[in-house]
């Protein structure tokens, strides 16, 4: 997708003038504080482009799910709070999204100042895409800007109507600096990869990424499975898979996959069990084929590590979603651990690496390894229906 930048806007576009700007500030609130900022960190680079234009802010953001109408506990208040903290600059706040509150806040912004308008999943016509609420939004902006990459894949008011809105009116609606970085990496990774090109997947179920899957195979050298959906898998091969986290019904499809990929399907061919997902219990590491009737498989072994981390450290273009175990209890966190290292170690050795998925990516932070990756995606949703190969309309939307 090639799509018209922030950067190339002319600066007399935007010094002055009004910079509606929708943002993914939907941060983890915990006891009224923002538990997590990475998302509103990821938006500064652009913010901080348009402050230094002495352009005038209106961000718009959700922030949970309140279902049209105002919810207190999901006010972006707090959020405001934080982003005048890490940008070092008072941020004003609006006590709604497009009335007297909003208005009034931005007639009165002057070059070099920010409003951020109150949750926009307040108004019922966000989530349906409302015309008249897109209208609404894009009367505050002489521009339009998308840098929130986590909700691209929705056609809602606030990253479809309303850049539409501003484009009928014969104005720029572009992508910022996030966005842009999430499509040169995602989208050159699938569209023109460096190869060997090996994807990783994992996580819980296979049958919430069984499209990323089809798109990847063609495309990809070789197509590595663990966590939980490796599971599945097993089962098509007739093993044992005892209490494991099995998914029935896309038994018959892991089968017919088996026989698709051919030699590209790369599946761990050792694993660590316990009687229960639970810290504490006795871990057994034990062949794919000798895993007990009363065990679970939590994580893949580290026979499995060597096998992918010899695919991974080989490569020029790596690509990760989903964990190889449960991660989250330290007893079974070793294989998406060792898994994280051989991709640091690809990077290092010059791969391109992309990191997707709201786990994964929290599982490559703890790790301490977030920054030895190419780039780890801020989309969970977002980042997966891109790589199915979707068509994300918040994107699609803008100027070419
Ligand atoms: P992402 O958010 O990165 O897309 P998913 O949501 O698909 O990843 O999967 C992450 C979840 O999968 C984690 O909560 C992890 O504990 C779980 N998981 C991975 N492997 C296993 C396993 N073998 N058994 C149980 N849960 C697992
Ligand atoms: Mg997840």
Not at 38 to 44: E, F, M, S, V
Not at 131 to 140: D, R
Not at 161 to 170: Q, V
Request: charged share 25%.
């Amino acid at each position: 997708m090639n799509k018209r930048t922030l950067k190339e806007l002319p600066d007399a576009s935007i010094r002055g003038r009004r910079v509606l700007v929708r943002v993914d500030f939907n941060v983890p609130i915990d006891d009224g504080r923002v538990a997590d900022d990475t998302r509103i960190a990821a938006a500064l680079p652009t913010l901080r482009y348009l402050l230094d234009r002495d352009a005038r802010i209106v961000l718009v953001s959700h922030l949970g799910r309140p279902g049209g109408k105002p919810d207190p506990a999901q006010s972006l208040r707090v959020v405001s709070v934080r982003l005048g903290e890490l940008l070092g600059r008072p941020v004003r706040f609006a006590e709604d999204v497009v009335g007297p509150s909003a208005r009034t806040a931005v007639d009165a912004l002057r070059p070099g100042e920010i409003v951020m308008l109150e949750n926009v999943r307040f108004e019922t016509g966000e989530e349906s895409d409302d015309p008249a609420l897109g209208e609404a939004l894009a009367a505050f902006g002489d521009v339009y800007v998308n840098d929130a990459f986590g909700t691209a894949h929705r056609a809602h008011a606030s990253t479809s109507a309303a850049p539409r809105a501003m484009r009928a009116a014969g104005r720029p609606a572009v992508a910022g600096f996030l966005v842009e970085k999430e499509l040169r990496f995602l989208g050159s990774a699938l569209a023109s990869p460096v190869r060997p090109f090996v994807a990783i997947l994992g996580g819980a179920k296979i049958s919430g990424k069984i499209d990323v899957v089809e798109s990847l195979l063609p495309r990809v050298d070789a197509l590595l499975i663990g966590g939980a959906m490796a599971n599945t898998f097993f089962r098509a091969m007739g093993l044992e898979t005892g209490r494991s986290l099995v998914e029935p019904d896309r038994v018959e499809m892991a089968r017919e996959l088996i026989g698709r990929a051919g030699k590209r399907l790369i599946l761990p061919g050792d694993c660590v069990t316990a009687t229960e997902a639970r810290a504490g219990e006795t871990k057994h590491t034990q062949a794919r084929n000798r895993v007990p009737a009363d065990q679970r498989i939590l994580d893949i072994g580290p026979e499995s590590v060597k096998l992918f981390a010899s695919h991974v450290e080989s490569a020029g273009t790596v690509i990760w979603n989903g964990p190889m175990g449960l991660f989250e209890i330290a007893d079974f966190a070793a294989g998406t651990r060792g898994v994280a290292e051989a991709v640091a170690r690809a990077t290092k050795n010059g791969a391109t690496t992309v990191v997707g998925g709201g786990d994964t990516a929290a599982a490559v932070e703890q790790a301490g390894l977030a920054d030895a990756v190419t780039h780890v995606s801020t989309g969970g949703g977002a980042s997966l229906e891109f790589l199915e190969g979707k068509v994300l309309p918040g994107i699609a939307v803008l100027d070419d």
